[in-house]
């Protein structure tokens, strides 16, 4: 994350905050521009204080009240560096904090016993951003270089190899992170997998009002609006055939609680399809429609179970060409 992008992001905040958060705090939609994301996980942030440590599950709480999707929040203040994560404990590593802020509050995991979770102060919502503000100290633009190489490496290493093959020595050295250093970053090897893990669903979990991959009309009819859904989810998956082959081969090393959250962000993407083909096939029964998009979803994840010669566009086309049959929906281009 570069001094330019954490300039970008302070000037956007004020209009971050009138455009995609209500009247009640909440988040709407996460926007397209990297900029504006660092804005919105900016104001998010501020809901934690610095110097407390908090159970995962108090994190999933603070989050849920701001946006249904709490897991991409949480990967995103991780990803920007915002929050860090170990042994099962958060706590927030940067963003910025009003001047008349607490730095230390009593409560602070500072003064307890190590992987003791403080309580959580009350706080207020994201308008408390727009107070005057001073830096916080942040994570290093270098250690969010090093976190992103470190999953790239790790990604292309379970692709390879498998993901029983590969030890965290293998992966710091592909990464350049000798020694001890990786395990600043991630704790474990599973913690490695369920962060690629999370990189493929955020690479996948396309929404053409969010993303900017595909775009459409506020008004678009709910037929449209998923047809482009599938054409962008295909073009996702075709090119990232090899991280959809981690996906499918190695889910099941995944640590329980990790698999629980993975399946819950499949399920919000699965949601959203469902209730889209409901409104465009309204003489469909629930099983039906049920059953359509489970069949949809694994035929476009099946690019990770076979070598294709086609080029990623050609394989894309013609995987939603299929998908689109399937849910009887018209092909958009």
């Given at each position: 994350?570069?001094?330019?992008?954490?300039?970008?992001?302070?000037?956007?905040?004020?209009?971050?905050?009138?455009?995609?958060?209500?009247?009640?705090?909440?988040?709407?939609?996460?926007?397209?521009?990297?900029?504006?994301?660092l804005a919105v996980y900016d104001l998010i942030v501020q809901r934690f204080?610095?110097?407390?440590?908090?159970?995962?599950?108090?994190?999933?709480?603070?989050?849920?009240?701001?946006?249904?999707?709490?897991?991409?929040?949480?990967?995103?203040?991780?990803?920007?560096?915002?929050?860090?994560?170990?042994?099962?404990?958060?706590?927030?590593?940067?963003?910025?904090?009003?001047?008349?802020?607490?730095?230390?509050?009593?409560?602070?995991?500072?003064?307890?016993?190590?992987?003791?979770?403080?309580?959580?102060?009350?706080?207020?919502?994201?308008?408390?951003?727009?107070?005057?503000?001073?830096?916080?100290?942040?994570?290093?633009?270098?250690?969010?270089?090093?976190r992103e190489a470190i999953l790239t490496a790790a990604a292309q290493l379970?692709?390879?190899?498998?993901?029983?093959?590969?030890?965290?020595?293998?992966?710091?050295?592909?990464?350049?992170?000798?020694?001890?250093?990786?395990?600043?970053?991630?704790?474990?090897?599973?913690?490695?997998?369920?962060?690629?893990?999370?990189?493929?669903?955020?690479?996948?979990?396309?929404?053409?009002?969010?993303?900017?991959?595909?775009?459409?009309?506020?008004?678009?009819?709910?037929?449209?609006?998923?047809?482009?859904?599938?054409?962008?989810?295909?073009?996702?998956?075709?090119?990232?055939?090899?991280?959809?082959?981690?996906?499918?081969?190695?889910?099941?090393?995944?640590?329980?609680?990790?698999?629980?959250?993975?399946?819950?962000?499949?399920?919000?993407?699965?949601?959203?399809?469902?209730?889209?083909?409901?409104?465009?096939?309204?003489?469909?029964?629930?099983?039906?429609?049920?059953?359509?998009?489970?069949?949809?979803?694994?035929?476009?994840?099946?690019?990770?179970?076979?070598?294709?010669?086609?080029?990623?566009?050609?394989?894309?086309?013609?995987?939603?060409?299929?998908?689109?049959?399937?849910?009887?929906?018209?092909?958009?281009?």
């Open positions: 994350m570069n001094n330019d992008l954490q300039r970008a992001a302070a000037a956007n905040a004020d209009a971050v905050l009138h455009r995609f958060f209500n009247s009640a705090g909440r988040l709407s939609t996460l926007p397209a521009k990297q900029s504006r994301q204080v610095p110097g407390v440590r908090y159970t995962e599950l108090e994190v999933n709480r603070e989050l849920m009240a701001v946006y249904d999707d709490y897991v991409t929040l949480r990967r995103g203040l991780i990803d920007f560096g915002l929050m860090d994560r170990a042994g099962g404990l958060y706590w927030r590593s940067g963003g910025t904090v009003p001047v008349d802020a607490v730095s230390r509050p009593e409560n602070s995991s500072a003064a307890e016993p190590a992987g003791a979770p403080a309580p959580t102060p009350h706080r207020a919502g994201p308008a408390a951003a727009l107070a005057p503000q001073r830096a916080a100290p942040a994570a290093s633009a270098r250690g969010a270089a090093r379970f692709a390879e190899r498998g993901y029983a093959a590969v030890g965290m020595d293998d992966i710091g050295a592909a990464a350049g992170v000798t020694g001890p250093a990786i395990y600043r970053h991630f704790g474990a090897k599973a913690t490695v997998l369920t962060a690629v893990f999370d990189r493929v669903i955020d690479a996948v979990a396309i929404d053409p009002n969010v993303s900017g991959e595909a775009t459409a009309d506020d008004d678009a009819d709910p037929a449209t609006e998923l047809s482009q859904l599938v054409h962008a989810y295909a073009a996702a998956v075709s090119s990232r055939r090899r991280l959809m082959a981690v996906f499918i081969r190695e889910v099941h090393h995944l640590p329980p609680e990790d698999g629980e959250l993975l399946v819950e962000r499949q399920r919000v993407l699965v949601g959203r399809w469902r209730t889209l083909l409901a409104q465009a096939q309204p003489e469909w029964d629930a099983e039906r429609v049920r059953t359509a998009v489970h069949g949809a979803f694994g035929m476009l994840n099946a690019v990770g179970t076979f070598a294709s010669p086609l080029t990623d566009r050609e394989l894309a086309d013609q995987l939603s060409e299929l998908a689109l049959a399937a849910l009887r929906l018209p092909a958009t281009g």
